[in-house]
């Protein structure tokens, strides 16, 4: 099942025992696992008994890295402590939390206030219509129509008191967990770098530059010429405050144009790419270079469409990933060659 090109192989099958990678082979691991929430009821993230994803991938996983390696697992927040859990038993070390920060998470809630009516068999009061945004279309077009859906609010006392009340936040970041494979013992990291070529991340090379209208010399007592070091939150579009110069990760490269720049919900209707949580191949170019130096290489258990290994050609690592759908690997297959070969 493997196809082997010049630097990446990918498996249409299950990731469990990842039998195709040697033992200390791997510099990185950058996955985006099922999150086990049935997410748009999609099956393949009701996980193993409607849970996370088996701890077993992460001691496979472990065994595969190199002593020193790093990982990036992405994961939910309700569900995060139990993945943190796997890892540490699996042998990792957790480093630290990452937080992509995005704004058009909606969360998924209801106005208690009607349904407090509802269940006195009070009669909510209309008052006017909601409008929908009907799909993507082109600039200067018809973006809305009135679809009629009735707007209403509480009309009873207690109704009244709790009229907008809900269960849930705004979901606007998702958590990934940062570890490392202990460096081998007795060695320092800089021995084990020199026997693994792991043990660091990169960050000399995933600073963020300033952008073009800041005054340099007014960044801090002894700006570094890159920029800024990378933090623990990521941004990945841009927003309309001062803080994206601390967070907004940028586009390094010739080939970073936005053509490749997904953002968390697709708007192009006629992309091929049908999985539903598909990365930026921005935010995943950061991660690599974070993690990896070039033609390192990279593993990614659940691979979906292929986005960690479309940014691992970009970034000019390795990749080696599987994915258990055919249809979302046929997808992966496509991306990933596109990415080699620089077609756009
Ligand atoms: C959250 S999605 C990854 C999406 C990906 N980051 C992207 O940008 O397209 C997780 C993927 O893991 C796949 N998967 C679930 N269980 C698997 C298994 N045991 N082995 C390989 N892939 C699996 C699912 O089919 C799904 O496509």
Redesign the pocket.
Known sequence: MAENKLNYNIYEE???SLKYQERNSIDALIT???YGIAYQNHH?DKGEKGKV?DEKIWKDSFDKLKPGGYGLVFSFPRVMHHVMKHLEESGFIIKDVLMWCYLNGMPKTRNVGLDIDKELGVESEEYGQYNYVIGYVKEGAETYKVNGKKKKKPASDLGKIYDGAGYNLKPAYEPIILVQKPIEEGLTVAQNIKKYRTGAMNLEKTRLPYSPDEDKDKVGHNPHPLGRVPANVIRSEELEDDYDKYFLISTYGNFHDQHYIEPKVRRKKDTFNM?P???PIKLMQHLIRLLTFENQTVLD????????GVACMLENRNFEG????QE?FKIAEQRIKNAQQKIF
């Open positions: 299950s990731c469990y985006d696992p099922p393949w994803p999985h949580t598909v990365k258990p659940f691979m979906g469409s292929g986005s960690t599987y994915e258990l759908e979302y």
